[in-house]
């Protein structure tokens, strides 16, 4: 068993050594890219995509707007100001119905918080975000975010739209059948029941930029001087954040048009995991 944890903190290790920290600040903050601005690049495409387009037919169909937002770290910024600051600065929600919702996640901090717009705080109030961050427990202390975004999304998106009362498309029973299939020997898929490998599997993407870093290192340390590449904006890092692609919020979001002028009075509830 000592065997396959040495991997996992040599890869954190390498990660520490190659990254400064980087704390994001609502003030610096961009524009949002689409509903889904994963700045710690913790999701994946398919599951990007998929949430942006529940986002955008919840939207179309409630008038409703959610945000889900990742990043590295608050940098001791407590989580429920900093959602509530971006909230503001993003204007989430229509303006005057104020029918908006921001998920937040600070990945390496481990805190997690929903904050909720005016006009849905009769539907989403304290408790009730409570209990759905409380769901999403589980799959991130897993580090499985692609589960945990969509469990969180995907149950603020079911009590819009039941108080609504239409029905959206994005909303099926998938997550939960794939949580109920089972290997031929009658276990879960390993993404399922190993921490470790779901670990591995979110890691694993970073390598190549792992890699460059510490080559980069070692070639100043030598004093060897650098090709007219280096030092590009290709060369990875964190040009995830603040970039306007339109694929960084999950595919095609050539008609979103970010907040509409919504407001929240500081409603929601988070934790840690």
Not at 21 to 28: G, N, R
Request: charged share 20%; net charge negative.
């Amino acid at each position: 068993m000592k065997s396959k944890r040495w991997l996992p903190r040599l890869l954190l290790l390498l990660l520490t050594a190659a990254f400064p920290t980087f704390a994001e600040k609502v003030a610096t903050m961009p524009a949002p890219a689409g509903y889904i601005d994963d700045y710690a690049g913790v999701i994946s495409s398919p599951a990007k995509a998929d949430m942006e387009d529940l986002c955008r037919e919840l939207h179309e169909k409630t008038k409703a707007q959610i945000f889900l937002v990742t990043i590295k770290t608050l940098d001791g910024e407590p989580v429920e100001t900093f959602a509530n600051e971006l909230f503001a600065k993003w204007k989430i929600g229509e303006k005057k119905t104020d029918r908006g919702v921001l998920i937040l996640f600070a990945i390496n901090d481990h805190k997690r918080w929903i904050e909720v717009g005016y006009g849905l705080e009769g539907i989403l109030n304290d408790a009730k975000v409570g209990d759905i961050g409380r769901t999403m427990v589980p799959a991130l202390q897993a580090a499985n975010y692609d589960e945990a975004t969509k469990t969180g999304l995907q149950a603020v998106s079911k009590v819009i739209a039941a108080d609504a009362g239409v029905t959206l498309d994005g909303l099926d029973d998938s997550t939960e059948e794939e949580e109920q299939v089972a290997s031929p020997e009658g276990q879960l898929a390993p993404s399922s029941q190993s921490p470790h490998f779901a670990w591995l599997m979110a890691i694993f993407p970073l390598l190549p930029v792992v890699l460059f870093f510490a080559l980069f290192i070692w070639r100043v340390k030598h004093g060897l001087r650098m090709g007219p590449g280096v030092g590009s904006s290709g060369s990875g890092g964190e040009s995830n954040f603040g970039s306007s692609d339109s694929s960084f919020g999950g595919g095609s979001d050539d008609s979103f048009g970010g907040g509409d002028g919504g407001s929240s009075g500081g409603g929601g509830a988070g934790g840690d995991w």
